[in-house]
Nanobody, 127 residues
Framework: QLNFVESGGDLVQPGGSLRLSCAPSEFLLGIYSMGWFRQVPGKEREGVSCISIHGETKKYADAVKGRFTVSRDNRKNMIYLEMTNLKPEDTGVYYC????????????????????WGPGTQVTVSS
């Protein structure tokens, strides 16, 4: 049983854009802060963004500030990550992750702040 299903990953050229989506499996997103992370083979998973339960607080890693935008629609039970001006360094598998019930976005990107993960969607930025 999957906790999440991510979608929207694709192969794009540098400077291109993608929109990722994250949908839950058998739970409601409206009571959880949610994060986006990414990972490449041989590297540790790294934080990308976090959005609070109602979307009033959004956080971004320095590497993606000004280029990525996180949003959510709790009535549709969906989380989104809009990515623009993509760079080869953005390549990786992108995961959405759930914070514990009623917890805010954390003060760091430590993976232990998040309690469950989706299977990921592949984003490749290359010519």
């Amino acid at each position: 049983q999957l906790n999440f299903v991510e979608s929207g990953g694709d192969l794009v050229q540098p400077g291109g854009s993608l929109r990722l989506s994250c949908a839950p499996s058998e739970f409601l997103l409206g009571i959880y802060s949610m994060g986006w992370f990414r990972q490449v083979p041989g590297k540790e998973r790294e934080g990308v963004s976090c959005i609070s339960i109602h979307g009033e607080t959004k956080k971004y890693a320095d590497a993606v500030k000004g280029r990525f935008t996180v949003s959510r629609d709790n009535r549709k039970n969906m989380i989104y990550l809009e990515m623009t001006n993509l760079k080869p360094e953005d390549t990786g598998v992108y995961y959405c992750a759930r914070r514990p019930d009623n917890s805010p976005c954390p003060p760091s990107w430590d993976l232990d702040y998040f309690s469950s993960w989706g299977p990921g969607t592949q984003v490749t930025v290359s010519s």
